[in-house]
């Protein structure tokens, strides 16, 4: 019994993988617009993107050790930001999907998702997102 639920935890930690990788893919494959309406307001594109062919994320040059890497970062990062999130009002949270910082800090090219992607937006609406990962 215990053979099998290790293997059924490593197929589900495996699939949990795979899962994080597609949507990082899929993510990568919006417009800068796309993804703000995506980040802000959890509303996908009507048309979704085309998947990205092989070889055409910075994914995909990376090798699997490198992407567990990430993906057990990104696992902590959701992890934290969950934590963070408790005893924040809407407003807090909501400063926070669009600045990805809380209001308490000031933004800053540095670390202000939403200032970069206004500038962008300013320059070209419709570039790939991917530059922003
Ligand atoms: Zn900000």
């Not at 959890?42 to 048309?47: D, H, L, N, T």
């Amino acid at each position: 019994m215990a053979n099998l639920k290790s293997r059924v935890e490593r197929l589900e930690k495996e699939q949990q993988f795979r899962t994080w990788l597609g949507f990082e893919r899929f993510l990568e494959s919006l417009t800068v617009e796309q993804l703000e309406e995506l980040s802000l307001h959890w509303r996908f594109p009507e048309v979704l993107p085309e998947p990205l062919p092989k070889g055409a994320s910075r994914l995909d040059r990376l090798d699997r050790k490198t992407l567990l890497k990430l993906w057990e970062e990104s696992e902590r990062d959701t992890a934290r930001i969950m934590d963070e999130m408790k005893g924040r009002s809407l407003d807090e949270r909501r400063f926070h999907m669009d600045h990805q910082h809380w209001p308490e800090q000031a933004c800053s090219t540095a670390n202000c998702r939403k200032r970069r992607l206004d500038m962008e937006m300013k320059e070209s609406p419709s570039a790939p997102a991917s530059k922003y990962f």
